[in-house]
């Protein structure tokens, strides 16, 4: 197995270049969720593929209690959902509704902790990417950049520490494209940084941001807390952000955080 480490410039880069095959054509505000999506799913899916592989060298051909195995893992992935499903089909002409199967099946299977993720996200949308044949391209290209090998995201070849900073570039890079749009779902890093340093969130804290965006503040709060010893709380009026923020605690190993879709202001109980 190929267990050269990837350096987090090399896979910051190579998460941007995917986005050349939207820009110009569509508005960084609606290609980023398409971009962070897959940017997820192809991460669980490198997940699930490195510990199949350390499964069929503990256990050989029983596919049965590989399988069993798999079924703990903190993602499940259906058969036929993963990036490299989709990837072998990448030349059908059905393709966004056959990556919106897939969404839909891991959402079921990890109801939990995705339910209602990947509900704002249409990869078979013709306001969004095009008629058929342009769509097409697009998510052909776009399923071709993802398997490059910059971005395989292997545990055994990146940190998940790796993988949550490069979301939070991505999120960043499409805030300065996007103008002043961007502060629906992204405050500045040096901005979210000094907050959290000013909140000063100590062990034990429950920390809460009750209009968290895609949760770049809450993640500064928990680094400032430089242990697990503590709860994070949000509430993002948003669909799309809302799950930009879940997509974003998980991609930083944050998966108890409780963030609600709701308007912080009609919610709140009195």
């Keep these: 197995m190929d267990t050269i480490k990837i350096d ?19 508005d960084p505000a609606q290609y980023k969720d398409y971009i962070l999506v897959m940017l997820f799913l192809k991460y669980i899916s490198d997940v699930w593929k490195d510990h199949y592989e350390e499964y069929r060298k503990q256990y050989g051909d029983d596919d049965v209690r590989i399988r069993r195995k798999l079924e703990r893992e903190r993602f499940v992935l259906p058969k036929g959902a993963s990036f490299y499903d989709l990837y072998e089909q990448r030349n059908e002409a059905n393709i966004g509704e056959l990556i919106n ?20 996200i249409d990869f078979n949308s ?3 990417l095009g008629k058929t044949k342009d769509r097409n391209r697009r998510l052909k290209m776009l399923l071709e950049d993802f398997n490059k090998p910059q971005l395989d995201m292997r545990p055994s070849r990146v940190s998940e520490d790796v993988i949550g900073n490069t979301y939070i570039y ?27 340093k000013l909140a000063g969130p100590k062990p034990g804290d429950r920390i809460c941001d009750p209009a968290c965006g895609s949760g770049g503040l809450l993640i ?24 930009l923020a879940r997509m974003n605690m998980f991609l930083h190993g944050a998966d108890s955080a409780r963030i609600e879709w709701c308007n912080t202001l009609t919610s709140l109980r009195w």
């Design 220 to 243: 500064e709060a928990a680094r400032e807390v430089k242990d697990r010893n503590f709860a994070l709380f949000g509430m993002e009026v948003n669909g799309s952000t809302w799950a």
């Design 101 to 120: 199967e897939a969404l839909d099946a891991v959402e079921e299977a990890n109801k939990a902790k995705l339910e209602g993720v990947f509900r704002n």
């Design 8 to 26: 987090q410039k090399d896979i910051n880069n190579a998460a941007w270049a995917a986005c050349d095959t939207f820009r110009g054509v569509v």
């Design 170 to 196: 991505l999120i960043e890079r499409f805030a300065s494209d996007s103008g002043k749009k961007a502060g629906e779902f992204y405050t500045p890093h040096k901005v979210s940084e000094l907050v959290a």
């Design 126 to 128: 013709e306001a969004n």
